[in-house]
């Protein structure tokens, strides 16, 4: 809670949004109102320009531009008397964040983040922004009030001028989205020149793609494992495992806790910032399920263990979604929560467990954030034995108990805020990462939680035939977006691949459905961000390119293709094929940008093999243990119980026969009904 919050402020329009986001801010003396037609109205009434501030409730700069600025009366006196302000929460409204955050680029020439400040004329146009400004000038930036002013009067005195650079860019933003030329033949040339482009990024010391500050960029990382599969590129592989190694190593990952943190400041992903998104986490999830497929590393299932049972313990809702987010800040400071004084954890430890963790984790060293010490793994168990004469078998057992102590004392700190709203796409990349792990696994738990909170979707999220973005509660809220569709579509498709459902199977369908009826580009092919009876903004995007999420495009063509091979849906086949050939321009130009997109494409030019195996679920077992080993991007292997019903579409031929059968398809080609464990494991040989 903020400063603001605590004095009895009086509240402003936000205080009656859902949002944790915008209520953050419902006491500012800041006359806020939400994004909609009463601000946009009042606008245009009283010819005043928009002030249009966006973050999210977890992002630290946002908190500390609040706490400068926006709580401070005298800048909120100014904010007030010059312009219509509006208040957006970038999880609940990533339309306005996509178009804003590119309005931005091509406004300065730089890229944006968050919170993003933009100055708009009251039809919704930008003239001018930024991101973070100061309350008073430093860091090379204006003082907040003098720049307030100074817009102002620019938007009175050059309103020809404004006028002229926003029909300018709005040309920008509607030429931004035209797909370039998509006539160009589909073969693997972009595939291999990814690969060269991240070669020349790669960090051959601490993994990952570039320097500071370093994100996980999880489509980067899975392109990587994907081409390895694919063409036996061993560099490959081992860009994608030093990366996973050395960020399970770092301090973006929470050692005591589990989960990884957004974002590291440095190149040895030594320190975050401190906000654990759900995003991140359950896009992570499926690549350490990856990479322990490829390597059999226990390393990487002790990963997928506490990552999973963080997101248990913490992010699950009672109903069975799961939260946004947490937090960075607690106690007003960034990674307090996280942070440790040597002599706390002295106090806390035995001497021989301090002797083991203060190696392990660098408290041997100088401090490593703010004066405290960040945990990151600075020595390797082995070594640890070596310098102390015990065995590796000990010092894992004390250090084990050292951090459970750890962990239960920094459980009774106070907490991280939770951003407590559930997301429909960020829950489809949970259902999708905790399938995916759960499969792995062999636990049921895990598989259990993926089911409920696919459950949940249906329940709450879907409603009248159409899906909400969001939910507070039982209570779902604001149109959906195109990747809200296909991240809970690919989640469905992991999950049935996990445990089969009809319920699902026809969520699924439902959720492709509406995504060919609202979101195609049926002129062009590929996808729109928004439905076509969606708001209407000043540009309707197309997510073509990854950034911290896949491009909702890519995820729809790999998911509408995935079924419609499934299902024997041709219309889901052309769509799949038209978005990927409707992009072909982007990503023959500029590959990397476009990774999510690259594996859309591989699967348009090598099928994925569909594995349909009925009977009883002891019969079946060693046949799914044999389907399952190994990494397999390119193969769905569904278990279908013998008693599952009337199955749709090609799934209706594949029916049980004595105690376990398999049907191999590809390309709409099914085998014959493999009968023998040993005819299966011959096909499966065949099939790669």
């Known amino acids: 809670m903020s400063d603001a919050q605590s004095s009895g402020h009086p509240t402003n329009r936000l205080a009656a949004e859902r949002s944790p986001y915008l209520l953050q801010h419902a006491h500012n003396p800041v006359d806020w109102y939400p994004w909609g037609e009463a601000a946009l109205a009042v606008a245009r009434a009283q010819d005043k320009p928009i002030l249009l501030s966006i973050g999210y409730s977890a992002c630290h700069w946002c908190h500390v531009m609040a706490h400068e600025s926006f709580e401070d009366p005298a800048t909120a006196s100014v904010m007030n008397a010059l312009f219509v302000n509006i208040k957006v929460d970038r999880e609940e409204r990533p339309d306005l964040d996509r178009i804003y955050q590119l309005a931005h680029q091509m406004l300065t020439g730089r890229g944006g983040g968050w919170p ?66 998509s006539a160009a033949a589909l073969g693997d040339a972009p595939l291999r020149r990814a690969m060269a482009e991240l070669s020349g990024l790669f960090d051959p010391v601490n ?25 036996g590129d061993d560099h490959a592989l081992r860009m994608a495992l030093l990366t996973l190694e050395q960020m399970a190593r770092g301090g973006i990952h929470d050692h005591l806790g589990g989960g990884f943190c957004r974002y590291a400041v440095d190149a040895e992903w030594s320190i975050p910032h401190f906000e654990k998104m759900l995003c991140d986490n359950g896009q992570l999830l499926r690549l350490y399920t990856q990479a322990a497929q490829v390597t059999g590393s226990a390393r990487f299932d002790a990963v997928l263990h506490t990552t999973v049972q963080w997101a248990l313990r913490e992010m699950r809702s009672p109903g069975g979604g799961f939260y946004a987010a947490l937090d960075a800040d607690s106690e007003g400071e960034e990674g307090r929560f996280y942070a440790w004084d040597r002599a706390e954890v002295k106090a806390l430890l035995t001497a021989e467990e301090y002797a083991i963790l203060v190696r392990r984790f660098g408290l041997n060293s100088t401090p490593n954030f703010e004066h405290r010490w960040h945990l990151r793994v600075c020595a390797d168990v082995a070594d640890i034995a070596t310098e102390l004469t015990l065995s590796p078998q000990r010092v894992a057992v004390v250090l084990s108990g ?14 991280p805020g939770l951003d407590d709203k559930i997301l429909a796409g960020w829950n489809g990349l949970m259902i999708g990462g905790l399938a995916h792990a759960g499969r792995h696994l062999n636990d049921t738990a895990v598989i259990d939680a993926a089911a409920a909170a696919a459950d949940f979707a249906r329940r709450v999220l879907w409603q009248n035939g159409r899906l909400k973005a969001v939910a507070k509660g039982d209570q779902a809220y604001l149109a959906a977006y195109l990747d809200d569709h296909a991240y809970l579509l690919d989640g469905l498709l992991e999950l049935l691949q996990t445990r089969w459902n009809m319920e699902h199977l026809a969520f699924a369908v439902d959720l492709a459905d509406v995504m060919l009826e609202h979101f195609q580009d049926r002129s062009h092919g590929g996808f729109f961000h928004t439905a ?51 992009a072909a321009g982007k990503f023959q130009e500029h590959p990397l940008g476009f990774c999510s997109l690259l594996t859309a494409l591989e699967e348009q030019l090598t099928p994925p093999q569909t594995l349909i195996l009925r009977g009883e679920a002891g019969a079946l077992a060693p046949w799914l243990t ?18 599952a019903g009337d199955l749709p579409g090609v799934l209706a031929h594949c029916r049980p026969q004595g105690a376990a059968v398999a049907y191999l398809c590809q390309g709409g080609q099914c085998s014959a009904p493999l009968l023998t464990f040993e005819s299966f494991c011959a096909a499966l040989s065949d099939g790669g």
């Open 402 to 415: 050292a951090m459970q102590k750890l962990f239960a004392a920094r459980s009774a700190r106070v907490r």
């Open 626 to 643: 044999a389907a399952r080993t190994g990494y397999r991007p390119l193969r769905l292997t569904l278990a279908i119980p013998p008693d």
């Open 116 to 181: 993003l400040t933009m100055f708009l004329t009251p039809d919704q146009v930008p003239f001018f922004g930024g991101t973070y400004f100061p309350r008073e000038a430093r860091y090379g930036l204006p003082a907040f009030a003098d720049l307030l002013g100074r817009v102002d009067a620019y938007y009175r005195e050059h309103r020809a001028q404004i006028d002229q650079q926003n029909h300018q860019l709005l040309d920008a933003l509607a030429g931004n989205q035209a797909l370039g030329d």
């Open 532 to 582: 076509d009876d969606h708001e209407q903004l000043i540009v309707r995007t197309r997510p073509l390119g990854d950034d911290a999420t896949p491009a909702g495009s890519a995820i729809a063509a790999r998911t509408l293709g995935r079924l419609g091979h499934l299902l024997g849906k041709t219309r889901y086949l052309d769509a799949a094929a038209h978005a990927v050939q409707s």
């Open 207 to 231: 993994g990952g793609f570039g320097g500071a500050p370093k994100f996980p960029q999880a489509p980067l990382i899975e392109r990587c494992l994907r081409e390895h599969a694919r063409s």
